[in-house]
């Protein structure tokens, strides 16, 4: 009765129908492929399965589910944005 009334629920509602049923919520899917995104003026962002290797093949951990690389040449934590774009004053270049 309550999964029939709760089906075309948001997925907030489903999930606490879940709880209430002693269940747990199932785990948001993750993404297929990796997406990188221009972060305006400033580092990309890297989102979704991917690896990150060293020029010399060594992987790279990486522990965010987000990781800003830089960009601008400035950072002191390459290649992982620290910020030092802003102190920089790096721009994007304007678009064609
Ligand atoms: S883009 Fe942020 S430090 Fe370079």
Redo the contacts with the bound molecule.
């Keep these: 009765m309550l999964a029939a009334l709760l089906s075309g629920a948001p997925a907030s509602a489903r999930a606490l129908a879940g709880r209430l049923r002693g269940r747990r919520p199932a785990p948001p899917r993750a993404p297929a492929e990796a997406t990188i995104t221009l972060?305006r003026d400033?580092?990309?962002l890297v989102r979704g399965p991917f690896t990150l290797r060293r020029a010399d093949g060594a992987e790279l951990p990486v522990r965010r589910r987000v990781v800003?690389?830089?960009?601008?040449?400035?950072?002191?934590m390459?290649p992982?944005?620290?910020?030092?774009?802003?102190a920089?004053g790096?721009r994007d270049p304007p678009e064609p």
Excluded at 68 to 76: E, H, I, N, P, Q
Excluded at 80 to 86: A, I, L, N, Y
């Design positions: 972060y400033g580092p990309l800003a690389l830089c960009r601008c040449g400035r950072s002191r390459p992982f944005c620290d910020g030092s774009h802003h920089a790096f």
